[in-house]
C-alpha cells in the first residue's frame, strides 16, 4: 500500500517559513495568501524575527512609512543585509518601490532628505505612476513564468488590481520583465488609464528577488505567490 501525501503537505508551500514585513500596509492580506500555499506564515517587525526565514513578503501600502518604521525598528540594515545575501523577496507595489535600487521621485522628509529603499533590484520606478487613489483600476495581465498554472485552454491571464501603484522605469541587464500594461486602445481598453505610446512595466524578477506593482494578495489571485514559493525552491 503506497501512502498518499496529506492535502497540507501536497501544497506548494508546505515546510517553509515565510516572513511578512508587518509594519504597515496590508500585511495581513500577504500572510493569509502565504498560508494559503501551505508555508507558515510569520509577522516580521522585530531583527530576530527575521531569523531562519526561507523567503520574505514587503507588502503594499505606504513606502514612505514602511522606510521610516523600518529605520526606527532597526530593520533597515538587516534587512539590506539579507536582500544582498540572497534571501528570497518579493514586494507588491510599495514593496516594489522598497525592492528599487532607484526611486525616479522620491517622498522627502521635513529635512529635504530622500526616502530610503532596501535595495537589491536593478531597476528605477516611478511613486503613484498610474494616478491618485481615485484613478485606481484593474486589468487582466500577460504574465511570464506562470506555466504551472497551463490548462488546456493555456495560461490564464493574471487579472491585476493598481491603487496608486508604481510601474518601472528603467530595467538593469539582469532584470526580466514579467508583464506590462499595454497602451490603452479606446475601443478595447481593459483600463481607464491612458498610457499613450508605450507599454508599462508592472512585474520584474532578479535571481532571488520577485515584484509586481499590484496587489495579487487582495483578489485571491494566487498562482504569484505560488511563483515565489516555487522561486524559493528553485523550481522557477
Partial sequence: MTNSLSAASARPGSGLRIGVLALQG??????????????????????????????????GGESTAIDKLARAFGLAEPLKERIAGGLPVYGSCAGMILLADEIADPAKDLAGAPQQTFGGLDI??????????????????????????????????????????PWVERVGPD?????????????????????????RIVAVRSGHLLATSFHPEVTGEKRVHELFIRMIRGEA
Avoid: C, W, Y
Fill in 26 to 59: 496590508d500585511f495581513r492580506e500577504h500572510l493569509r495568501a502565504m498560508e494559503a500555499t501551505g508555508a507558515e506564515g510569520v509577522g516580521v517587525r522585530r531583527t530576530e524575527e527575521l531569523d531562519g526565514l526561507d523567503g520574505l513578503v514587503i507588502p
Fill in 124 to 165: 528605477t520606478v516611478r511613486r503613484n505612476a498610474f494616478g491618485r487613489q481615485r484613478e485606481s483600476f484593474e486589468t487582466d495581465l500577460d504574465f511570464k513564468g506562470l506555466d504551472f498554472s497551463t490548462t488546456e485552454a493555456g495560461v490564464a491571464p493574471v487579472h491585476a488590481v493598481f491603487i496608486r501603484g
Fill in 175 to 199: 532584470v526580466e520583465i514579467l508583464a506590462q500594461v499595454e497602451p490603452a486602445d479606446p475601443e478595447h481598453a481593459s483600463h481607464a488609464v491612458q498610457l499613450p505610446g508605450t507599454a
